[in-house]
């Protein structure tokens, strides 16, 4: 049998012109792709902004559930609505949610449902406050935050950030987590956090037209919501009486079955940010995973 071998320098020249060919394979394949999310999205004044649903974690269990696995308000149809490269490879599955967002459009006491939590449902709510569940949105690609502020040892006061919001708390666990929850709260009761304040953080700069969407922070809060009349599952009936929402009212408690509903509040500040450094704070939040969302984005 006759075999044929190349000189060295031959076959250093084959090994390069196959690198070459993969490259130009690669930048063929590459040219035709587009990754959802590295392009910044601009939004008309009215225009609706997507809210979508991730999933609830929590640091003391390690558990992660989706969302809708908790007896919250559904849409009639649930969908998967997984755009992004980074969901797409950490296998979480992102869906649709009955929230309404538009540009600029600010809310105050929103209905979103009404709710009858049965035992069952009442007492899964209350295990996983007591697991500590954080609830975790998505807003143009962005990852809910909920902003806090801590005092350091030489008395300055430093903003941080936190991904996602507490599900609820329970009353009298942590004295200085409850105290700024609300006042009401009952030692060892489960509450809810069933009324939402979105601050949607956006930039506008003359090289492009429309808004950029720059901050999505979520301050949570829990209210036990009276309203005049009977009730009613078509929220369009309610008259809420427990209006404006605040620390000072009686919270939600799911210790037992009964009525939950849902509200939430939507506020448009304008910011300085620039849409290439809004996933900056992120960087320095306390979960790794944070660090591998942002680089896929």
């Known amino acids: 049998v006759h075999l044929h071998v190349h000189p060295p320098e031959t076959r250093r020249t084959m090994r390069a012109a196959q690198r070459a060919a993969w490259l ?12 959802p999310g590295v392009a910044p999205q601009e939004y008309a004044t009215g225009a609706k902004v997507d809210m979508k649903m991730n999933k609830l974690t929590s640091t003391k269990t390690q558990l992660p559930y989706e969302y809708y696995r908790m007896p919250y308000c559904q849409p009639p149809s649930i969908e998967n609505v997984a755009i992004n490269l980074g969901e797409v490879l950490r296998g979480d599955r992102i869906v649709n949610s009955l929230y309404e967002l538009r540009m600029g459009v600010d809310e105050t ?4 449902c009404r709710k009858e939590l049965s035992k069952d449902e009442a007492d ?3 295990l996983r406050v007591a697991e500590e569940y954080r609830v975790h949105w998505i807003l143009d690609n962005l990852p809910a935050a909920t902003k806090m502020y801590r005092e350091m040892a030489d008395g300055k006061v430093v903003t941080m950030y936190d991904r996602g919001y507490a599900l609820g708390f329970v009353g009298g666990s942590d004295k200085a987590v409850a105290a700024v929850v ?10 809810v956090n069933n009324h939402l304040r979105f601050v949607v953080k956006f930039h506008k700069d003359e090289s492009f037209t429309g808004a950029r969407i720059v901050g999505f922070e979520v301050e949570p809060l829990s209210v036990k919501h009276a309203y005049k009349g009977e009730p009613s599952a078509d929220v369009a009936l309610l008259s809420l009486t427990t209006v404006p929402v605040g620390p000072d009212l ?6 037992v079955a009964g009525e ?8 448009w500040e304008h910011s300085e940010i620039r849409w290439a450094s809004r996933w900056d704070l992120y960087l320095y939040m306390g979960d790794d995973q944070v660090h591998w969302f942002s680089i896929i984005n």
């Not at 609300?182 to 509450?191: D, I, L, Q, W």
């Open 109 to 112: 006491c929103k209905l979103l």
């Open 182 to 191: 609300n006042t009401h709260a009952r030692a060892g009761v489960p509450y």
């Open 124 to 126: 899964l709510f209350a």
């Open 260 to 267: 939950v509903i849902f509200t939430y509040d939507v506020k």
């Open 250 to 255: 009686p919270p939600q408690p799911v210790d």
């Open 24 to 35: 130009l394979l690669l930048a063929e394949r590459a040219a035709g792709f587009y990754l």
